[in-house]
């Protein structure tokens, strides 16, 4: 196992001003040391990390960090900044700044000693020896966790722990005697902490709160549910808890297991910067005997990654909690259409779309025919695509109220089917299987039931609630508007198709893979469940204008290099290749440098490649793949047309918003090498 850190990919002298800057030059160390292989493609990753959530903290500490496909090794650079560097956090700027590099598929071992470097960085002593720390080898040791044990100010820090933990003794010895038999019972919070990473955040914020406690005078244990591991809290440590406390960004796991407690439930960073203010809300609740009402719903993560607000969930604005269990389906079933979907598509470029009717290849498979074969991948893709709307409607139910909800999910979800209520079917049946479980689970019950209640009697009584509504109730009707959009989809001409296609651009182009993006490609790829001609119309839409962002920013910084920064231009060499493949993402550091000019251009530019390719009536089978399936679209040449509008007419209106923006500054100083301005003071 390679080390984590060495010499080389320490920087102390880090000249870097801004943290993409910042982000590009530990990352070129990084790529000399052969464990990034793949700059641009690292660097959009992190960029678009960064776009979620801020990783400034209080304390002069910057973390960008991400998982990448490009990382060939867990890796850790570090830099430290005389001037300070913005990364977003509310005490102003970082100097001491942490690039952590993770593979898509990163081992246990190495997270752990990433995520013990996130504990440590909330040790005062660690940071200060980091900012006096002169020779790089040191350094690198230092963050390693290998500071020498002789010197002295290492000595006097664990002979003042050790002599902390003779005089716990020497008090829990007196309790036990009875002289002070009411402090032995301190107040006792259990806490979860996650982020979307669960590399860094996870475990800083849950040093800071066991830290916080230790201060306090209070016992706070801990549940990180991050990438080293999660391991759950004893069962009689949550029983034994005066108060619970959520520090999160993500789902937290078996929520019930917190019932019945007061609830302090904050984003991740309230965790790391005000974890007192949390513990000091946590007794505040359980002296008032305020127990939280809805415990086991969801966390509205999606409206505050990284909120500091200190807002419980209960009071989360009913339409932000929807959005994230609807999201929640859309991403477990994200996976199953795009194998499915590549894979039928695939089918139909060996075979022709007469494939779909072809025998079994469990009855009929010859090992020399290209039909033999192409049928077999229509039949693999097909059963996989059997399972997209059981998944939506499994999931969206896991996401309002855990495990127990997966059942009638899924039970729900394949009723819609059987039904022929299709994607909006598969929807009310999640929705309906996590209400019904939420309301099971706040009915309270013997003791003795406990045990069998999450994997007997909530998944018994739910389904048969659920799969009664949906077969007597609401199928039928659900099937009949399914009906209604399908024959809606496939009527659609002239000015409606443009109108739709423009309406489905501007989704694609306003926030690049946030929300509205995810919310115009699900309901893309809930067409190609049951595919109609009106529904393969909206693929190709959905794809083409999604390929617009990236591939105008790339356009741009290629033919006006001097209105954008180096970085952005590196950055835009790699944006064609991210546009090409249908990652819109890649616009995203474009847009964070810039959104006023940027995302309005971009929008533009969808809107018009949506318009056009619904106009020219071209059709996609498979829901990704960008120019790569191109002899699979319906129309290719028209398609590819409205590709390049699109582009050209988002890169013109950023070149002259860009352009603008410039002129008059430009009147009174010149241009830098670089293409940065060089003002001249009057």
């Given at each position: 196992m390679s080390e984590l850190i060495t010499a080389e990919l320490v920087d102390l002298d880090l000249s870097a001003t801004t943290k993409d800057a910042a982000a590009r030059s530990l990352a070129e160390r990084m790529v000399a040391a052969h464990r990034v292989t793949d700059l641009d493609g690292f660097l959009a990753d992190v960029a678009a990390r960064e776009a979620q959530m801020p990783t400034g903290l209080d304390g002069g500490i910057g973390i960008p960090h991400c998982r990448s496909e490009h990382v060939n090794a867990p890796t850790l650079a570090f830099g430290r900044s005389g001037a300070g560097i913005d990364f977003g956090a509310a005490d102003g700027p970082a100097d001491l700044i942490f690039l952590i590099a993770a593979p898509a598929g990163a081992d246990d071992d190495h997270l752990t000693i990433l995520s013990g470097l996130a504990r440590r960085l909330m040790d005062p002593e660690f940071t200060a020896a980091l900012r006096a720390g002169t020779d790089p080898r040191a350094v690198a040791a230092l963050v390693r966790g290998e500071e020498p044990p002789e010197e002295p100010e290492q000595e006097r820090v664990e002979a003042g722990k050790q002599e902390q933990v003779r005089e716990q003794a020497e008090t829990g010895t007196e309790a036990a005697g009875g002289t002070e038999a009411a402090e032995s019972v301190p107040f006792r919070i259990v806490a979860v902490t996650s982020c979307p990473t669960g590399i860094a955040h996870t475990y800083m914020a849950a040093e800071s709160l066991a830290a916080a406690g230790r201060a306090e005078g209070v016992e706070v244990t801990v549940e990180t549910q991050g990438s080293a591991g999660f391991k759950k809290l004893d069962p009689a440590v949550v029983a034994a808890a005066d108060a619970v406390i959520w520090a999160h960004d993500v789902e937290v796991r078996e929520k019930a297991r917190f019932r019945g407690k007061p609830l302090v439930d904050v984003g991740v960073k309230a965790g790391i910067n005000r974890p007192a203010e949390l513990i000091a809300e946590a007794r505040r609740k359980a002296e008032r005997g305020e127990i939280a009402t809805a415990p086991d719903s969801d966390k509205a993560s999606g409206s505050g990654a990284g909120d500091d607000s200190g807002s419980d969930a209960d009071h989360a604005h009913f339409g932000v909690r929807l959005r994230t269990y609807l999201m929640s389906g859309v991403s477990y079933m994200v996976p199953f259409v795009a194998a499915g979907g590549l894979l039928i598509a695939l089918s139909f470029a060996i075979g022709g779309y007469e494939i779909a009717s072809a025998k079994s290849v469990a009855d009929h498979f010859v090992w020399g025919e290209a039909d033999s074969w192409a049928a077999l991948l229509n039949q693999i893709g097909s059963a996989a695509f059997g399972f997209l709307v059981p998944v939506l409607a499994g999931y969206i139910a896991y996401g309002m109220a855990d495990r127990p909800a997966l059942v009638p999910g899924f039970v729900g979800g394949a009723i819609a089917l059987t039904v022929n209520a299709g994607f909006l079917g598969g929807l009310v049946a999640g929705l309906l299987a996590g209400a019904v479980v939420m309301a099971i689970q706040r009915v309270p019950v013997h003791a003795t039931l406990r045990g069998i209640m999450?994997?007997?009697?909530?998944?018994?009584?739910?389904?048969?609630?659920?799969?009664?509504?949906?077969?007597?109730?609401?199928?039928?009707?659900?099937?009949?508007?399914?009906?209604?959009?399908?024959?809606?989809?496939?009527?659609?001409?002239?000015?409606?198709?443009?109108?739709?296609?423009?309406?489905?651009?501007?989704?694609?182009?306003?926030d690049m893979g946030g929300p509205l993006n995810k919310v115009a490609y699900a309901f893309a790829v809930g067409g190609l469940a049951d595919p109609t001609p009106g529904s393969l119309k909206v693929m190709a839409a959905v794809m083409a204008a999604g390929m617009v962002p990236p591939l105008a920013m790339a356009l741009a910084t290629t033919v006006r290099k001097r209105l954008f920064t180096k970085t952005e231009r590196e950055n835009g060499r790699a944006a064609w290749v991210l546009g090409a493949s249908f990652i819109t993402e890649g616009a995203i550091p474009f847009a964070a440098a810039d959104p006023l000019r940027v995302i309005p251009s971009v929008m533009a530019g969808g809107a018009v490649t949506g318009a056009l390719s619904m106009a020219f009536g071209a059709t996609l089978r498979a829901p990704h793949g960008g120019v790569f399936v191109v002899p699979l679209i319906g129309e290719p040449f028209l398609y590819l047309l409205a590709i390049a509008a699109g582009t050209l007419v988002a890169t013109a209106l950023v070149v002259l918003l860009k352009g603008a923006r410039r002129t008059a500054p430009e009147a009174s100083g010149d241009a830098g090498a670089d293409g940065s301005r060089v003002t001249v003071a009057a």
């Open positions: 999450p994997v007997l009697v909530i998944p018994l009584i739910a389904s048969a609630v659920v799969g009664f509504l949906m077969f007597i109730v609401v199928g039928k009707p659900i099937a009949s508007l399914q009906n209604a959009l399908t024959d809606w989809l496939n009527g659609l001409s002239g000015s409606n198709a443009v109108i739709l296609g423009v309406v489905l651009g501007l989704m694609m182009c306003f």
